[in-house]
């Protein structure tokens, strides 16, 4: 049975890298049926936060990624990788190791001045014919994983292809701290072996760590995962995804209005392929997904690509479900709703015309609460030749039939009976209802307001101001 897991360290928010890295685990488990696991990895007490952990959960559960097992935490299982340890001295695949951190630092510096890769040399290794040093009294020891030191330690990538290491490169790896601590690839190794991973998907920031994972596994007796390690995320200019690029939060992506359907989809496309497919749902992915097409190579963030699929999700995404959301933030706003057209009618109209949330929120707030027009977009387009066919628009307007229809019969019945054009009355009509330049067409527009709210607004053509 296949099983992934997803393993951040909540030491920072959950970001793009780590959420797709999520996403192709979660849907490897799905597509075959497996077992997806989360487990938080907080050994890092000094970095690792509660507020970091639950904005992990907060971005999982945004972007719909549900769990089987967890969330595991590595702090409540120091006792088991204790007992590993132990087992391991026992059997002599560890040992302790006496170095003091100032030998330790005397040794780093004296490699490096003979240009040599700074590494542990071995000193309290236990091998064959070899007489250690008698232990200090003073100095609390560290455990160490006895790594081969002849052959090589090889793994098929599943997305790089064949990987050797000749155990020569490794040095024997510190698996508990002085203090007892166990580290970081030990904690790995042990989890994943007791949760039965059977594959690990990841960032290739984790390449180097492989090598030494599979030689533990390997001392431990245990089943050795399949490795797959996704490249990197580039921003547009090919540097490190930053901040700059949009390497924030996913829960960022949340507040700035991007829909969780968008964002999923754009994330499965960063690396992978189906063929000409862009857009797609998260069944669609699941079933389709595969680790055979995600491409070696780094792929490059584009902000303006997902921009193009939230307002494609927008278009298609129900008006009800759109009206629930914008509520939540003009609420959060404290805009009260007024009384005009429903929410899920404004939303209709205008979801065509945004590509965020945010967007159609500001949309939605222009028909609640009081508008002041810029008096630059009024002097423009409010003129002398205009005002007489807008004063006898809104004298009329009293009393038409509030519908699309009716409107727009009387807007053409004005245009024609004062013989200017059509944009020199809807223009500043445009304006004086709703600040701005850019609007869906008048007649719809005016029925999404509540005829005294409109009437209100414009009656600054009767008060004859607003011309310079």
Not at 397 to 412: C, H, M, N, R, S
Not at 417 to 436: D, E, F, N, Y
Request: aromatic residues 8%.
């Amino acid at each position: 049975m296949i099983r992934t897991r997803f393993a951040p360290s909540p030491t920072g928010f959950l970001h793009v890298g780590g959420a797709r890295t999520a996403l192709f685990s979660w849907a490897f488990a799905r597509r075959h049926g497996g077992s997806f696991i989360l487990r938080i990895e907080d050994t890092d007490l000094a970095r690792s936060t509660p507020e970091a952990v639950q904005a992990i959960l907060d971005g999982m559960h945004w972007l719909g990624l549900s769990y089987d097992e967890g969330p595991f935490y590595q702090t409540q299982r120091m006792d088991r990788y204790r007992q590993v340890i132990q087992d391991m001295l026992a059997a002599g695949t560890a040992y302790l190791c006496y170095t003091s951190a100032e030998e330790l630092a005397e040794l780093r510096d004296t490699q490096r001045a003979h240009g040599l890769k700074p590494r542990y040399d071995g000193r309290w290794r236990p091998d064959p014919g070899k007489d250690l040093p008698t232990p200090p009294t003073d100095v609390l020891p560290a455990v160490r994983f006895r790594n081969p030191t002849t052959g090589v330690v090889a793994w098929d990538d599943l997305v790089k292809g064949r990987i050797e290491i000749a155990n020569s490169e490794l040095d024997d790896l510190v698996i508990a701290r002085a203090d007892g601590t166990p580290t970081y690839n030990f904690c790995v190794v042990v989890d994943d072996w007791d949760m039965a991973i059977t594959h690990v998907i990841r960032g290739d920031d984790h390449v180097n760590n492989t090598p030494r994972q599979i030689n533990i596994l390997q001392a431990l007796g245990a089943q050795v995962p399949s490795y797959a390690h996704l490249s990197m995320i580039l921003g547009s200019d090919a540097q490190k995804l930053s901040k700059r690029h949009g390497a924030v939060s996913v829960m960022q992506y949340d507040h700035a209005g991007y829909l969780p359907q968008a964002v999923v989809n754009y994330l499965a496309r960063l690396g992978w392929s189906h063929g000409d497919d862009e857009i797609f749902s998260a069944q669609q992915f699941c079933q389709w997904f595969d680790l055979d097409h995600i491409t070696p190579s780094a792929a490059q963030f584009n902000p303006e690509k997902l921009d193009w699929l939230n307002a494609h999700y927008l278009k298609q995404a129900d008006n009800g479900y759109l009206a629930e959301k914008v509520a939540e933030r003009l609420a959060a706003r404290a805009l009260a709703l007024g009384d005009a057209a429903p929410l899920t009618t404004i939303v209709g109209v205008y979801k065509e015309r945004v590509v965020t949330l945010n967007q159609l929120t500001d949309a939605v707030a222009i028909f609640h609460g009081a508008l002041q027009p810029p008096a630059d977009l009024v002097n423009k387009y409010l003129t002398e030749a205009a005002r007489p066919a807008l004063r006898e628009f809104t004298r009329r307007l009293a009393d038409v039939a509030w519908e699309a229809a009716a409107i727009g019969a009387l807007i053409k019945d004005c245009v024609a009976r004062s013989g200017i054009r059509m944009p020199q009355l809807a223009m500043p009509l445009r304006v004086l209802l709703t600040g701005q330049e850019q609007t869906p067409s008048v007649d719809v527009l005016l029925t999404l307001f509540a005829r005294q709210t409109a009437l209100q607004r414009l009656a600054i053509i009767a008060s004859g101001e607003g011309s310079s």
